[in-house]
């Protein structure tokens, strides 16, 4: 008798740990379609930032960047390269909400509640993770958000993977191309992200308000966004650099990520590592806290309907 409740028990468990995990992927997933809906336009202008060289210099401000955009290609072109996105951010903020959640338990060290370091170290491992999936659609999605031409004329997402895929295969030259780079632009991003989110919210007072506490929350995940793109953007720039076309047609003049971050300071100087920070700032402080605050309402939800 003692055994088999002991059985049922184990069931149970078994049970409710995969409804959790259920719960918290869907979570994440939505969170990321909410946040690359909203925020892509602004993603397409730092990429267009990032691209550009003292040398093949086009855009001087955001608002000459967004008036060219406007007048040469048309106001879809702010969406061009968003189809990778949408496939990729829903498992991918999927990825990114629920291996955080296992990291943080695996990082807890049994103890009865996660630490400071918990946070910081499954931040970082969930960025890890996040980036390893992720690395593929970056590719194509630079790819198409690097070229000028009208936007009902450009290729589809498939297409330009695999044009990418016939001229260099899947590989670190392919579909792969610039990896490291997106592994360490979105290891810093998270651990700073998901550390300071959890740790200051932690250590502020919660309000009774709804209104209040929203708020809170809000400019908590505002603050630790912008704060992980201002350290994490020499790694997204240089990123972009070996993603995106190269300056001279044939010759591969960004190949690894400390040699392209070396290359770009020596070149152009230390602001060019910091290309596009306003336009990132712009999309992924509002967007960190957005994806943060749909995570939590929607597990939330979850939890309590389901």
Known sequence: MMNTEMSIKKQGNASGKFKLACQQ???????GFVEVSLMQPLDLIKTRFQIQSIHTEQYSSIGDCIKKIYQNEGILSFYKGILPPILADVPKRATKFFTFEQYKQLFSFGAPSPTALSFTLAGL????????????????????QAENQVFSKQISAWSMAKVIVHENGFGLSGLNKGLTSTLFRHGIFNMIYFSFYHNIKGYMKPYQ??????????????????????????????????????????????????????????????????????????????????????????????????
């Open 125 to 144: 491992a969930s960025g890890v993770t996040e980036g390893f999936l992720i690395n593929p659609f970056e590719v194509v999605k630079v790819r198409l």
């Open 25 to 31: 992927i869907v979570a994440g997933g939505t969170a």
């Open 209 to 306: 308000d709804k209104k209040l506490e929203f708020l809170r929350k809000f400019m908590i995940g505002l603050t630790g966004g912008s704060i992980a793109s201002c350290i994490n953007i020499p790694f997204d720039v240089a990123k972009s650099r070996i993603q995106g076309p190269q300056p001279t047609a044939g010759h591969i003049k960004y190949k690894t990520c400390l040699r392209t971050i070396h290359t770009v300071y020596v070149e152009e100087g230390v602001k060019a590592l910091y290309k596009g920070l306003l336009p990132k700032m712009l999309r992924l402080g509002p967007g960190g806290a957005i994806m943060l605050l749909v995570n939590e309402h929607v597990l939330d939800w979850l939890q309590n309907n389901t």
